[in-house]
Nanobody
């Protein structure tokens, strides 16, 4: 089992910044990749950014490239998402995700990000 606990999120004006963090606990040695997904009202959950355990492979959704940065601290078992130049269309519930070497997937409880003036 892997437990994911998110922090950060909130209300920010367009053009502002927020930082999300996710702390992993449990069988963390089995994690091969971590990432962030988001789900806007009435829409499907989609990948925002993903990073492998080594940090050697990072992927971003086209809509956030150049604005969001994902990073991980293996010593602290955390993954973070720095979000800059936020737009109203970034408004969604953001979920931390972990994928293990055995093919298991785990999700955090989600944190709301609202971009509005």
């Amino acid at each position: 089992q892997v437990r994911l606990v998110e922090s950060g999120g909130g209300l920010v004006q367009p053009g502002g910044s927020l930082r999300l963090s996710c702390a992993a606990s449990g069988r963390i040695f089995s994690i091969s990749a971590m990432g962030w997904y988001r789900q806007a009202p009435g829409k499907q959950r989609v990948l925002v950014a993903r990073i492998t355990s080594s940090g050697g492979n990072i992927n971003y959704a086209d809509s956030v490239k150049g604005r969001f940065t994902i990073s991980r601290d293996n010593a602290k078992n955390t993954v973070s998402l720095q979000m800059n130049s936020l737009k109203p269309e970034d408004t969604a519930v953001y979920y931390c995700h972990a994928h293990t070497n055995w093919g298991n997937e785990y999700w955090g409880q989600g944190t709301q990000v609202t971009v509005s003036s």
